[in-house]
Structures are given as C-alpha cells and as structure tokens.
C-alpha cells in the first residue's frame, strides 16, 4: 500500500466489504462478552468446563483470521515469523504450551483486523457500543446485585473453567474474589465495597477497559466535543463503580503521553522496561519476604520480588515454568512475560511493534504511544492486558490507527513535523480521504487547509 494515506486512516469501505466490517466489529465484541455469556449458560442452563471457554475464544479467534483472509500478506508474514519462533521454543523446553501461542497470536490477529477493516468510523463506532455495553452491565449489576447474581454466579463460572478453587467458591459470595474490596472502596467509598465487573466478570478488566476507551475518545476529542464529554462521563462512571483506581491512574498516563507524544521517539520507549525491571528488583532488594500491602508501592514490591525468583533457564526462556508457578507470578506481568515467553522473545515481541508497525501521523502515533505505555506500566502489576476481553479491542483499535510505513512521524529540528504528515494526521482527525495533491512536502498542509474550508 501506499506509504501516506493508507486505508487505516480512511473512513471509506468498499461496498462489498460491508458486511465483513459489521462482523469485525461483531468479533471484538464477543471477544469481550462470551464470557458473561457462558457464566449465565453455567448458572442458569447447563454445566460448563474449561474446555468449552477454549472452544469459543478459539472459534473468535479462527473467525477472525478468516476474515483477515488473502488480503493481508504481511499477516501471514508475522504469523509466520511469529509461528516459526513459537515452534522453536517449545521445541528447546520440550513442552507444546497452547497458553504461549495463544498469548502471541492474539495481538497479532486482531491487530490486522483492525489494519484490514478499521477505518476511523469504524472504531468510533465499536468505542461507541463497546461503552454502552459496559455502562448498562456495570448499572443493571451495581443497580441490581441479588438479581444479577441469581443468573450470573461468577465465581462458580471460574471454578467450572479451572480458574479458581472449589474452597473458595464455598467461602465467598457469586462475585469473583476481587469483586469486593474488603480493605475498602478508595473511589466514593459511600458506594460500599462492592466493585461492579459488568460484562468482563472480574474489575480489573473494567479498568483496563476504561483506559483503552478513554485513549480512544480522547485521541478523537476535535472531531467531536459534545461526544467526548457524554463518553468520559460514561468512561467515568464505569471505572468509579468498578473502584478501578489503577484505571484512572492509567487515564491520566494517556493524557500525558498524547502531550509529550511530538517529542518521544521508538528508541526510547522500547528501552523503558530494560531499566524499568532492574528498578524493580533493586526495590525488592532485601525485602524478599517482606509482606506487601495492596496498594501501588505494595504492588511494585511484589513484583519485583517475583521478578527475582526467575533463574537463568526460564530468563533465557530455556526450561518451561509450571502453570501453578505462573499463577503465582501473574502479580508481575514483567515476571511472567519473561517467564512465558523468555527475555529475548519479550524483547522481540516489543521490537516487532514497536519498530514495525507504522504510525507516520500524530494521530496514529499518539494511540501506538498508548498501547505502549499501557503495557509497559501495566507490566509492572499485572498480566491482565493478555486478556481476549479487553485484548481484542486494544489490538484492533492499534490496527485501525496505523497509517504509512514508518514506525513513527519523521520530525523535523525543534520537534515539529513535515507538512505532508500534519495533513495525513488532520485528514484522519477530520474524518475525511487526504486528497493526493495535499502530499507535496511544500505547500501541501496549506493546500488542505483549503480544502477543508
């Protein structure tokens, strides 16, 4: 494709696809409720078991390869890459590991969905249903919890699929374990310490979404003020009924990545999580069996102390980790990517993105600093983000922005950027097809800005 104005920044589909970007945007979807689905399945009308949640998330995932199709040749490229490495790994730990490929292809899947069907109008449009979606659960749960749980008993559900422990289930109510905060609600605490899940049955996934959704409203902000408004405030009420305070933190990282966004180059965010690990570990120094508090500081001596339990095989991404040793691991998502995918798969993963994928307008590249920052704070508490419910969306939404081939905007001296990619990036914030004559390196923003008018 061409290497400016790039189908990702266009809000125009051909006729005949129409109906494929419907189900584009039908697949996320699922990806983020078919688990509710299946705990009201369980609860109300037939026992469910692990290996009915595998089948679904496998056929979302099969579907959505399908309807990538023959239009991609660099999706199968990066599978490809990305398989052959997979087949590698197991082959040295001597262990096929379905989690590990599953944990791989995700983002690469939907990423090139997004890349092949969405446009700017499609995205906002799955924001759109994607807030309402959650907002109405998140109500109807908060609204009309004894109701909610007569049909949707989600600790049950999380028993049935292996995710949790029958002793529990007996010890706790229909909620997930962390669907009550027992050392209190930090948000609004005369709401109770009750924290709503909505759709995603679990609220650590409600802030991971609200943070998704709010990069998204507010890297649209010009093309709309009143819907900004209406979807923050809806964005907002979902992340203070879920008490997702690790959501709102994660708000306010966007905010400050779309500012200082014109000055960040990929170099050095992809070094962020190289010194961010040795931090971490220096902070744990001495305190390996120093008991941890659940808030942030807790949280990034926990991490750090797991990160220090990984020896040199599993760094090395050598000798496979036990499932109940990641379940252990899994407060540090740092620990448990290298633990998972080893440091030099991590590292190659983070390249892949971070220097491959394209982003030539400030648009697209604000939303890439997103996704990067998103992970590589998120890293240091959780692996949460490997999760299809809000997976699905991130990767879709970063495919949907991607535009030219370069890895970033091409600045100029004093931080500013060249003609043709201001106008690639109004033209994308505007909604509209950058007319070809805009593209010329001299004159062509001054060109559009007619126009426009």
């Known amino acids: 494709m061409s290497g400016t104005a790039t189908f990702a920044l266009s809000t125009d589909v051909r006729p005949d696809a129409v109906g ?22 369980n609860t109300s009308i037939a026992p469910i078991v692990e290996a009915h949640v595998i089948s679904a998330e496998v056929a979302i995932v099969a579907a959505a390869v399908l309807l990538i199709g ?51 109008r499609t995205c906002d449009r799955l924001v759109g249903l994607a807030i309402a979606m959650v907002a109405i659960g998140a109500l109807l749960e908060w609204a009309f919890l004894d109701v909610y749980l ?30 009550m905060r027992n050392d ?5 605490p005369f ?65 400050l990545v779309y500012v200082v966004a014109p000055v960040l180059r990929p170099g050095l965010v992809y070094s962020l999580p190289f010194v961010i690990v040795p931090l971490l570990l220096v902070n744990a120094t001495g305190f390996e069996e120093a008991p941890w508090l659940n808030d942030l500081p807790g949280r990034l001596l926990l991490s750090g102390q797991l990160l220090s339990t990984i020896d040199a095989a599993q760094a090395l991404g050598m000798r496979a980790t036990t499932s109940a040793a990641m379940v252990v691991l899994s407060d540090s998502g740092y620990a448990s990517i290298i633990a998972e995918f080893g440091a030099i798969g991590a590292a190659g993963l983070g390249a892949l993105f971070v220097f491959a994928s394209p982003a030539e307008s400030q648009l697209s590249w604000r939303f890439k600093l997103f996704v990067c920052f998103y992970l590589i704070v998120l890293l240091t508490i959780s692996t949460s983000f ?15 922005t991607s535009d030219g081939t370069a890895c970033a905007p091409k600045s100029l001296p004093g931080g500013s950027t060249d003609d043709r990619t201001i106008a690639v990036s109004d033209a994308a ?25």
């Open 20 to 41: 494929r970007v419907g189900a584009a945007i039908a697949l996320v979807l699922c990806a983020m409720i078919f688990n509710l689905v299946l705990a009201v399945i």
């Open 70 to 120: 023959g239009g991609s040749t660099a999706f199968f490229g990066v599978a490809g890459i990305v398989g052959v490495w997979l087949a590698s790994t197991m082959a040295v730990r001597a262990q096929l590991d379905p989690k590990i490929c599953r944990d791989a292809l995700i983002p690469v899947v939907f990423y090139f969905l997004g890349r092949r069907y969405g446009t700017l």
């Open 150 to 179: 007569r049909y949707v008993d989600i600790l049950r559900y999380y028993v049935a699929k292996g995710s949790a422990v029958a002793q529990s289930a007996a010890q706790m109510p229909e909620l997930y374990v962390s669907g």
């Open 184 to 188: 209190g609600r930090t948000i609004l």
């Open 191 to 255: 709401l109770g310490d009750h924290r709503v899940s909505s759709i995603f049955l679990e609220p650590v996934s409600v802030g991971n979404f609200g943070a998704i959704a709010f990069a998204w409203v507010l890297l649209r902000a010009p093309d709309g003020t009143a819907r900004f408004i209406r979807r923050s405030l809806l964005i907002f009420l979902i992340l203070v009924l879920g008490d997702a305070r690790f959501g709102l933190y994660l708000c306010g990282v966007v905010a």
């Open 386 to 400: 490997l999760s299809i419910k809000t997976a699905a969306l991130l990767w879709f939404l970063a495919g949907g």
């Open 429 to 453: 914030a505007s909604g509209r097809r950058l007319p070809n004559s805009s593209l010329a390196p001299a004159g062509g923003l001054r060109a559009f800005r007619m126009l426009k008018e």
